[in-house]
């Protein structure tokens, strides 16, 4: 059973950086059997939106608002999923989590907050 603890939110200026994390409990089997990981984010009133994805193999894939600034990534040994975001904007205000593509891990972790003030 593969539980998923996120990282690394927190208050920043608009145009500032932070980097997420995504660690994953139990055995590096159950996580290496997950094929694509994904972080997500959900603002106030808003239903949650998928932001990037990052296969087993590497391929990532991120959505058209955050193209350019947000980059996906992954350490396998460490099970662990990263989120890098760069430039942030204001409009980037939500609560982050990470999961497997298509939010196949149940229960969600608790998220991570990330504010981004103008």
């Known amino acids: 059973q593969v539980q998923l603890v996120e990282s690394g939110g927190g208050l920043v200026q608009a145009g500032g950086s932070l980097r997420l994390s995504c660690t994953a409990s139990?055995?590096?089997?159950?996580?290496?059997?997950?094929?694509?990981m994904g972080w997500y984010r959900q603002a106030p009133g808003k239903q949650r939106e998928l932001v990037a994805t990052?296969?087993?193999?590497?391929?990532?894939n991120v959505t058209d608002s955050v193209k350019g600034r947000f980059t996906i990534s992954r350490d396998n040994a460490k099970k662990t999923v990263y989120l890098q975001m760069n430039s942030l904007k204001p409009e980037d205000t939500a609560v982050y989590y990470c999961?497997?593509?298509?939010?196949?891990?149940?229960?969600w972790g608790q998220g991570t907050q990330v504010t981004v003030s103008s």
């Open positions: 139990g055995s590096i089997f159950s996580f290496l059997r997950i094929n694509a």
């Open positions: 990052i296969t087993i193999g590497g391929s990532t």
């Open positions: 999961n497997a593509d298509g939010g196949a891990i149940k229960p």
